[in-house]
Each structure stands twice: as structure tokens, then as C-alpha cells.
């Protein structure tokens, strides 16, 4: 069976898979053997009092066999040579993610960026946190990724009307941002990261 379990636990026994499932056959009054894995669907970190908690709400595989949490499939064309071409301007986040659905839907997506392509953007913003020199082209607003590529790349929002989050989230996995953003309470992907996924 599997079975919706709670928990509330210190940080490094959140972070140990063994440890979590010794709680989880304590709270299912199951034989630790009978634990044969968890999804945590979701999970957030409660650091209001003294000792610093994680909550965890988790997926917990009992008395049956584990399944990899199952990932969305996108079917990305190839439309290398697609008769039907779109012209996107600018690679930012609307640009890309237009272009990728462009791409499912078998058209050509074709992206005009004005800045530098996202490793270049690098030495320009070097210049600009060292010596204050603003490029007007390729700056933290203006190139590959769009603005924001070099932040810490919060992804959090209080918006739930436009659009399947999580299938946007799986897209950045997809891409090589980490699995954790599926389940966090707060996700971010990570400072410097961002510019990995705009060039996977
Ligand atoms: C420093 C910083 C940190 C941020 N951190 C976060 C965060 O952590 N989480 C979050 O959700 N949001 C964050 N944001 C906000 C987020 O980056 C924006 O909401 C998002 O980038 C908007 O996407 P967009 O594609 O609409 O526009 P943009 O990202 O602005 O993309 C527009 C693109 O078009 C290009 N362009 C402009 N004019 C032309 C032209 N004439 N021809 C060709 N190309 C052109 C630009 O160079 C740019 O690449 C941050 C923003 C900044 C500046």
C-alpha cells in the first residue's frame, strides 16, 4: 500500500534516507523491512523556534514494491526542418519556454536575442560588479536567459491560475535543475545554476 505519512524532523535526519524510513515504519506501525521507499511530495523547513525542523509530507511505499516517481514526458520535435517557422525576439524565460512549446507542437522556433549568448554575459557582468562598467547590450537584464539568469533563480509564486506549475518545474529538472524543486515548499534552484539549464 502506499500511504500519506507526516513528519517533523531535525535536518540531518531529513537528509538521511534511512532514518526517514525508520519513522516512517514507527508512525505506520510497520516492520522497518516493510518500508520499501517514499516520494516526499512535499517538503519545508520550519526554523521559527530554537532547534531548526523539517516538515516532510511523504509518498511511503509499504508491503509493496518502490516506483520511481514518474516524471512528465515531453515531446519535443524535431524541427529542424519544420515548414512552419515562428520568430521569437528575445531568449528570455517567455522567449524560451514559448520556443519549447513552439518546438512540441512540430514549428520551428526561431529566438532573436539583442545581448550576449549566457557564458559571455559572465565577463560582462565581471566588468560590471568589479570596475562599474555597464555594457548596454549584455548586462544583468539583457542577453541569453533573459534577466534574472544570474540570480538565485527563486521559482516560488502565489499564482496558481496560469498554467500547470508543475509541469514547468519538470522542465527545469529536465533540464538539470534539482529534483528537490519539485517538492519544496520555497524552490530555488541554486545561485550560478541557471546558466547550465539555458545551455542543456
Ligand atoms: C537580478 C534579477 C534577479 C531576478 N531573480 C528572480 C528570481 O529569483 N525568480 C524569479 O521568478 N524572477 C526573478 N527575476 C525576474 C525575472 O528575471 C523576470 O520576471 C523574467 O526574466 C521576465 O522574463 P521575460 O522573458 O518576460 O523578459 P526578460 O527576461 O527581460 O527577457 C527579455 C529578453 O529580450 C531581450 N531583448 C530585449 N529587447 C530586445 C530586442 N529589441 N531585440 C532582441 N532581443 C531583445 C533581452 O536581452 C532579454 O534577454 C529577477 C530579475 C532580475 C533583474
Redesign the pocket.
Known amino acids: 500500500m502506499q500511504q500519506k505519512i507526516s513528519l517533523k524532523l531535525l535536518p540531518s535526519e531529513a537528509a538521511d534516507e534511512a532514518t526517514v524510513k525508520k519513522y516512517i515504519a514507527s508512525s505506520a506501525g510497520k516492520k522497518l523491512q516493510a518500508v520499501t521507499g517514499y516520494h516526499i511530495s512535499k517538503q519545508s523547513i520550519d526554523a521559527r523556534g530554537k532547534n531548526v525542523y523539517i516538515n516532510l509530507q511523504l509518498n511511503a511505499f509499504i508491503d509493496e514494491p518502490f516506483i520511481e516517481r514518474t516524471t512528465t514526458h515531453f515531446n519535443f520535435k524535431k524541427v529542424s526542418a519544420a515548414a512552419k517557422k515562428v520568430l521569437i ?9 514559448a520556443a519549447l512549446k513552439l518546438i512540441e507542437a512540430g514549428i520551428q522556433p526561431i529566438i ?4 550576449k549568448d549566457v557564458r559571455a554575459r559572465r565577463r560582462d557582468l565581471a566588468a560590471l560588479n568589479k570596475e562599474g562598467i555597464v555594457n548596454p ?2 548586462n ?18 502565489r499564482s496558481n491560475k496560469r498554467g500547470d506549475i508543475n509541469r514547468i518545474l519538470q522542465l527545469f529538472v529536465k533540464f538539470g535543475a534539482p529534483e528537490s524543486i519539485l517538492y519544496d515548499a520555497h524552490p ?2 541554486g545561485t550560478n545554476k541557471l546558466p547550465h539549464i539555458i545551455t542543456a
Open positions: 525576439i528575445g531568449a528570455g524565460p517567455a522567449g524560451l519556454f532573436i536575442e539583442r545581448g547590450e549584455s544583468y537584464c539583457f542577453g541569453e536567459g533573459g534577466a534574472g539568469t544570474y540570480s538565485d533563480g527563486k521559482l516560488y509564486t530555488h534552484i
